[in-house]
């Protein structure tokens, strides 16, 4: 008996030492992986006050990490600061970071979404393409509606460990895109972003045409 306790405390140490191997390995493995972290979140900025730039403050603004909580704060930060809507940019704004040990280079940022579907229809995947404010089938969207490429000046293509870049959108535009191609309502978006290792990364967000879409005349 004595030798099959010690036989079964040998396969229990080797089982474990195993599993120590591959949990290291696998902890490794992680961290050489690209760890691009997404973070999302709505925001309201009025529009900058005119006056000599010594005497400008920093436009007010207000953030909330949903579009609702945003526009619940909205009527009141308008009458504290005796301003009209839209006086300002109602926008959603993200937040890459990298949170690896390597670096990570971005090659294409992209605003995807799925459509319902129906009896009639099946679901299709469509890019929204905020420059030119269009909506086209994502087959149709090969090296189109990347927002890398339609930037002012070189695209942060690289993001170092502990690096990160930010982007935002007008909700309105988004919006008024949206309602315009026939997808009202609250529709669920998603920022794709693509690195030049083939990893695509994403995170949802919303834009509810009947809050933000505007008359384009006004």
């Known amino acids: 008996m004595g030798d ?26 992680r961290d050489r992986s690209p760890r691009l972290r997404i973070r999302v979140r709505y925001e309201y900025r009025a529009r900058t006050p005119e ?23 909205l009527g009141a930060f308008l009458r504290e600061h005796r301003l009209a809507y839209p006086e300002g940019s109602p926008v959603v704004r993200f937040s890459l970071s990298n949170e690896g040990q390597r670096e990570i280079f971005l090659d294409a940022i992209r605003i995807v979404f799925r459509t319902r579907g129906g009896r009639l229809r099946r679901r299709e995947t469509l890019v929204l393409d905020p420059a030119s404010d269009r909506v086209l089938p994502l087959d149709l969207a ?40 026939g997808h009202a309502g609250n529709v669920r978006l998603a920022l794709e972003v693509a690195d030049r290792l083939g990893h695509t990364h994403r995170r949802s967000f919303d834009v509810n045409t009947d809050l933000w879409a505007y008359p384009e005349d006004h």
């Open 51 to 73: 006056g000599p730039p010594g005497e400008r403050r920093p436009p007010p603004r207000i953030h909330d990490d949903s579009q609702e909580g945003l526009y619940l704060l």
């Open 142 to 181: 090969e090296g189109v509606a990347n927002v890398l490429e339609r930037e002012d000046g070189p695209p942060p293509v690289r993001l170092a460990p502990g690096d990160s870049a930010g982007y935002k959108f007008e909700l309105i535009r988004l919006a008024n895109t949206l309602k315009r191609e």
């Open 4 to 29: 099959a306790l010690a036989q079964a405390g040998t396969a229990a140490a080797s089982v474990l030492a195993l599993i120590l191997s591959l949990a290291n390995l696998y902890l490794q493995r």
